[in-house]
């Protein structure tokens, strides 16, 4: 098994060039194709779930494999339910066991040919592209937006377009908000027409060029080793916008309670030191459940207790993240409780630290991007399987060595 083990700087003083959005690569991937067009978004990131999506999209392979690319099992499909010829799209074995049967049934109701290859409910799926000539479907508020945004897309190519009622509580809004923005860049009308209904009239969408943002969901872990860095003065992230779709960009305001200032520049953002405003930190994380792993990490090792919420979907990510960071924030010294399948919390429960052990990954980038920065508190952290950043930064630990990090590999 591979590790590294990271020593942090003495300061922290960096300008990282992000890898771009993988949320907007994917959409704009499927939108392009789905356009039919010429001109290919710009700005593709590098990472794991951008190039396989290229690749099937590219190739149009019998079977595709996506890995483990969870908006690309998604997003795709929708996508081969409305496009020609027959297809069996799989992936990892964690993959295989993530649910799928919400976004199939509401295909299926609006007329696409889908079977399951395997156990009911799970991918691998055959699907089978035709016109569909339904218009109208219901799916709970609180599912994964990724399904949501995987029947919006190709909305525009329905006979008779789509409208979409989500009943119930509305989770993950600003990655729905996110598709809607990058439809509507590609020449389509599509808008909510109440609290709780879309609708996407049948339309053509125009190809255009289009650039792909920085990734606010990887400048996460610069403002987590910002607000732990001792040292730090001040981290340049060129590529981030202001008035950016991503709902991951809330981060700015969050991270000002922990101390660290964002200044929006016309380049980027500059990343600056300020005082802490917060003895504790509560909020729910419904619209920001990737950015959980962040705060944990950092909240608790700047020693403020928290309470955060709205992390059921955590359960059925890459990994269990919630049962994750329990046992490796055990692993720092930190015990932390979980409730409702939906909150964990901390209230400054301590353990004694297992300084020997390194930290899992559980095949899951987030968990290797979030603990990294911990070596700014302990010393030092060792990493097990760090490839696994591959997924969404393939050059995070790049970034951190030229940032000034030791990186020491070894074979555990």
């Known amino acids: 098994m591979k590790q590294i ?22 959409r704009a991937l499927i939108i392009h194709a789905l356009s039919r067009g010429t001109c290919p978004p710009d700005n593709l990131s590098d990472c794991d779930d951008t190039r396989v999506m290229v690749r099937a999209l590219r190739d149009m392979p019998p079977v595709i494999d996506i890995l483990a690319a969870g908006t690309a099992m998604r997003f795709l499909t929708a996508y081969l339910a409305v496009t020609p010829g027959t297809h069996v799209i799989t992936g990892t074995e964690r ?11 509401a295909l299926r109701s609006l007329g696409a040919q889908i079977d399951y290859v395997a156990q009911e409910g799970f991918p691998p799926l055959r699907i089978t592209g035709t016109s569909l000539r339904e218009s109208r479907i219901a799916l709970p508020g609180n599912v994964s937006s990724q399904y949501i945004s995987a029947l919006l897309m190709t909305g525009p190519v329905l006979e008779h377009g789509l409208t979409l009622t989500l009943t119930g509580e509305v989770v993950s ?4 908000d996110m598709t809607l923005q990058l439809m509507q860049e590609y020449g389509v009308t599509a808008r909510w027409i109440s609290d709780h209904e879309l609708e ?18 990887a400048a996460s872990y610069w403002y987590e080793m910002m607000a732990l860095a001792p040292g730090a003065t001040s981290v340049e992230l060129p590529g ?8 991951d960009a809330r981060i700015a305001d969050l991270f000002r309670l922990l101390g660290v200032t964002t200044t929006f520049t016309d380049e980027g953002i500059v990343l600056g030191k300020a005082e802490r405003q917060v003895e504790r ?10 950015m959980a792993q962040t705060f944990v990490v950092t909240c608790a090792l700047m020693g403020i207790p928290f309470r955060f919420s709205g992390l059921q979907s955590l359960k059925i990510k890459e990994t269990d993240r919630m049962a994750a960071l329990m046992a490796e924030m055990r692993k720092l010294g930190y ?5 409702d399948g939906s909150v964990l919390s901390w209230e400054g429960d301590r353990c004694p630290a ?20 911990a070596s700014f508190v302990k010393g030092s952290v060792r990493i097990n399987r760090p490839d696994v950043v591959s997924k969404s930064y393939p050059h995070y630990w790049e970034d951190l060595a030229a940032a000034g990090f030791q990186i020491e590999e070894r074979e555990g």
């Open 281 to 290: 930190m509560d909020y729910d994380f419904t619209h920001q459940p990737d």
């Open 5 to 26: 083990n990271l020593i942090p700087p003495a300061g922290l003083d960096a300008r990282i060039v992000l890898p771009s959005s993988k949320s907007l690569c994917n």
């Open 240 to 247: 981030l916008r202001a008035d950016s779709p991503q709902g």
């Open 354 to 373: 297992d300084g020997q052990a390194g930290i899992d990954t559980y095949e899951d980038h987030r968990m290797a991007l979030a603990f990294a920065p």
């Open 95 to 105: 993959m295989r066991q993530r649910p799928i049967r919400i976004l199939v049934d």
């Open 173 to 176: 809004r600003p990655y729905i």
């Open 200 to 217: 996407v009239p049948h339309q053509p969408y125009v190809s255009k060029p289009y650039t792909v943002e920085s990734d606010w969901s």
């Open 335 to 339: 015990v932390l409780q979980e409730s």
